[in-house]
């Protein structure tokens, strides 16, 4: 069996093996720069464990897998223009990089050739691998655009922010799963369990992700801690703290919620009381652990030998581990 | 068989049976007002026209159609995003009448819908179906860079602007006849034949659109005359201009090229004259003529019988009379 390393390595000597810049280059050069500017391999590295889950062939799964890769980046190189974002992974953004055109153009191209390589899989399962990528792509352009909604809404239920990480970040996790357990063979039940399976992952991911941004360690978290709450981001930290608040702190978060000309430290010092006192660290904990513990449960039920699991019984608590 | 206003009708029906604004509103609405805003359905029904040569059940080819002029219309709501266009049939372009964000993101939509719509055909064909479809997507993203490319360049060659427009263009109007075959039941050599032909068809048409877009009747073109001129736009008109002038017409073209602002009847008139003198009008009649003469000799190789045939033929032979 291989671990999240060995996974992680395959998939980047992937990148390398299909690593070329084509004519027009000012199409190709922004695809590539995108997909080599390192981050965790996520996705891909979920559609391996997705088919190590069923099978030892995890080359034929490669390919897919840098499929879900490319499409991850083509989302984001949109996204970071709707969100006006200047960097990402330490690099300025294509469109600040190259223009929002260079940024259209070449996430449409990174579409496109995430739906060639993801139809590289055998043609007995392409229509259910389709089904599975299709339906999910269009789901993460929903969230987004809920997203985009929230941003405008001053009121955000705690079910309606459920439902756009959902759909903006766990189904595309959920979705690279069961790519990769179709991949390795799984039988209908299995691989529909193994969405959920990864349904799960995808929301503590999501919901851990939210946690770490104000209450992460600096050394490991690698961005800066607070940004979330400079940039008046509404995640479930606050949706929920502006649930459970008292008239007092209802205010309190209004005031600085009101605009984005604080000093930082003393707005992140602040909201992170409020939140603190409200025990918004521990209810975040709580809902990880739910979902962790939801998606090591449908695990556990999976119908696989056990050493297949390990990979992925690791991998989630891991998502428990870092925020405890 | 079914003629081009048969052929037309279905697909509006198709798109009829399929209209419905999903949740969110604002990812979904943009994407059926650019598909209910009309236009020529040129794509989906030369993919009709590929099933009709091979069969009379056009019933299974209407859903990929509709895919495909969803993909088109996708390529243009991210082209009048970078090409700054106001409008678009009459209509304001979703970048103007919403915003950019929703352009980008119901654009993305689109083409997701799209490879939904042309991956619901038979399994058996589905993979051969996707490496046209998806080859040919790709490629109209590596002509509208070039387009973009072109627009900041000096000098371009015959050459570069007749591979541009085959990219931007032709591809799109062959990949769809070749699916359309494909459907029909196509046997693998007589697809590639059809791939050609399309091919052709997609020349002849686009060097007719840049002729009429000068030369046209305004009652019939639909759109006003003079305006690729007005926009300096380097079409096969203006490049093979350039390529025959004398000094003093090269200067001439210089002068007006040089800036947009100029009075637009002068300006037009100036230019058009130049053109007529060095001939351009009767040169680019005469491409067109080769190309599509190319497609009815390809045409009458396909070994199908004959009434399968005279759409495609009326077709093609229409591209030449509009402009004779």
């Given at each position: 069996m291989k671990d999240i390393n060995d996974l992680q390595l395959l998939i980047d000597e992937e990148i390398r093996t299909q690593y070329r810049i084509l004519e027009p280059r000012e199409l190709y050069e922004p695809m590539w720069y995108a997909l080599s500017s390192?981050?965790?391999?996520l996705r891909p590295v979920i559609v391996l464990m997705g088919c190590q889950l069923f099978s030892d062939d995890l080359k034929r799964a490669a390919l897919p897998a840098l499929g879900i890769e490319m499409f991850h980046n083509f989302t984001l190189l949109h996204d970071d223009i709707m969100d006006k974002a200047f960097m990402r992974r330490n690099l300025p953004t294509v469109h600040i990089k190259w223009d929002v055109n260079r940024a259209i153009l070449s996430g449409d191209a990174l579409a496109i050739q995430s739906n060639i390589f993801i139809s590289s899989c055998d043609k007995e399962i392409l229509p259910d691998v389709l089904r599975v990528f299709n339906t999910t792509a269009l789901q993460v352009c929903e969230g987004q655009q809920y997203d985009l909604n929230f941003e405008r809404l001053e009121e955000v239920s705690v079910s309606e922010y459920l439902n756009m990480i959902r759909l903006k970040t766990a189904v595309l996790i959920a979705g690279s799963l069961q790519i990769g357990a179709l991949i390795g063979g799984a039988d209908p039940h299995s691989a529909s369990r193994v969405y959920e399976l990864g349904d799960m992952i995808g929301m503590a991911f999501q919901l851990q992700d939210d946690y770490l941004d104000t209450f992460g360690n600096p050394v490991t978290f690698g961005k800066n801690i607070g940004g979330d709450i400079l940039a008046n981001k509404k995640t479930y930290l606050l949706i929920k703290a502006r649930e459970l608040a008292n008239p007092e702190q209802v205010e309190l978060l209004k005031h600085y919620y009101s605009s984005e000309d604080f000093d930082a430290d003393e707005k992140i010092r602040s909201v992170k009381k409020v939140f603190h006192d409200l025990e918004i660290d521990k209810i975040t904990i709580d809902r990880v652990h739910e979902y962790s513990n939801k998606a090591l449960e449908i695990l556990s039920d999976?119908?696989?030998?056990l050493p297949r699991k390990v990979e992925l019984d690791k991998f989630t608590r891991n998502l428990m581990d870092r925020i405890r």
């Open positions: 390192g981050g965790k391999r999976i119908p696989v030998a």
